[in-house]
């Protein structure tokens, strides 16, 4: 079953990249008291996730702050060293918390995996944006089709806050 609106977020350790290598970070200390865009997508480095939905992000970093989000987090279903490598790729800097669900746990506690195994990939995650504020969903957009990015890209998220 997918996560709703109105619902909590489901406890989970999930991985951030640092300089000093991978580090934990609970659900907890990425969303408690916080209000965070989280946007998921199937893979770093992949076309549509590299070429436009990260940059996005990226590039309404002030929109979203001035609309009162305190995080903006991506979190793909890669590992750490991945989302580290690719975050210095996009040059996210301090602007997006890169998040790795390297074995898929939180997005399947979602309910947002996406079975991509006819294309080599396993199960990764859909493409979706969620708005939590204190853990608490108040905004979930999932793309029906994969590799579009309609619902999910930051100036539509904007839209909603």
Same mark, same amino acid.
């Given at each position: 079953?997918?996560? =709703?609106?109105?619902? &909590?977020? *489901?406890?989970? !350790?999930? /991985?951030? *990249?640092? =300089? ?9 200390? !990425?969303?408690?008291?916080? &209000? ?9 480095? &992949? ?9 996005? $992000? ?6 979203? +702050?001035?609309?009162?989000? %305190? &995080? ?11 989302? #580290?490598?690719? #975050? +210095? ?6 602007? !997006?918390?890169?998040?790795?669900? #390297? ?11 996406? %079975? ?11 493409? $979706?944006?969620?708005?939590?504020? %204190? #853990? ?12 579009? /990015?309609?619902?999910?890209?930051? =100036?539509?998220?904007? =839209?909603?806050?």
């Amino acid at each position: 079953m997918t996560i =709703e609106v109105g619902a &909590t977020l *489901p406890d989970a !350790i999930l /991985m951030t *990249p640092t =300089e000093k290598g991978p580090a934990p970070l609970s659900t907890a200390e !990425i969303f408690a008291g916080k &209000t965070v865009v989280m946007f998921g997508l199937p893979g770093a480095f &992949t076309p549509t996730c590299s070429a436009k939905h990260v940059p996005s $992000y990226l590039g309404k970093v002030a929109d979203l +702050r001035a609309k009162g989000v %305190d &995080t903006i987090a991506c979190l793909s279903v890669n590992d750490a060293f991945v989302m #580290g490598a690719w #975050g +210095r790729d996009q040059k996210v800097g301090d602007d !997006i918390l890169m998040l790795a669900d #390297g074995n898929g746990d939180f997005t399947r506690r979602l309910g947002l995996e996406l %079975d991509l195994s006819n294309f080599g990939m396993g199960v990764r995650s859909q493409r $979706y944006a969620l708005v939590a504020k %204190d #853990g608490v969903v108040s905004v979930l957009a999932v793309e029906p089709i994969p590799s579009a /990015m309609d619902v999910s890209s930051a =100036e539509a998220i904007l =839209e909603q806050l």
